[in-house]
């Protein structure tokens, strides 16, 4: 009976995350930033400051998925900077139309089976 109540004190509430983490690791820990990758930052005035990654910019999993480096110019090799997002499908169309590219709304193709393999051949 000893036994099974050391045993059942290992076992973790459900739903609770298995990797526990202390010391400089610990999620409180004032030095966390220093040891775990994150994402640097500069800000105005301070010097490069350690900013914890939380989500992965859409850049990156642009690269990561499809191997495509959608900020670099293809001209001249720089980089390219997000400056804005334009929301509104007509001033989007307006622009589109501006520059002669395609403006033509696209519906999404309906969903299908995936292809059946005849294996009996
Ligand atoms: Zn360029």
Not at 28 to 52: F, Y
Not at 95 to 116: C, K, M, N, V, W
Request: charged share 30%; aromatic share 4%; with cysteine.
């Amino acid at each position: 009976m000893e036994f099974i109540e050391k045993l059942a004190a290992l076992v973790p509430p459900k739903g609770r995350n298995l990797i526990r983490y202390h010391g400089i690791l610990a999620p409180g820990s004032h030095v966390r930033a220093l040891v775990v990758p994150g994402q640097r930052r500069r800000e105005r005035g301070a010097a490069t400051k350690l900013i914890p990654r939380t989500r992965i910019p859409w850049a990156d999993l642009l690269k990561r998925v499809f191997s495509i480096e959608i900020l670099r110019c293809v001209r001249c090799g720089g980089w390219r900077e997000v400056i804005g997002v334009v929301k509104d499908p007509l001033v989007a169309r307006k622009i589109l139309e501006h520059l002669g590219l395609d403006t033509e709304d696209y519906e999404p193709l309906p969903a299908r089976a995936p292809p059946q393999l005849d294996l009996a051949l």
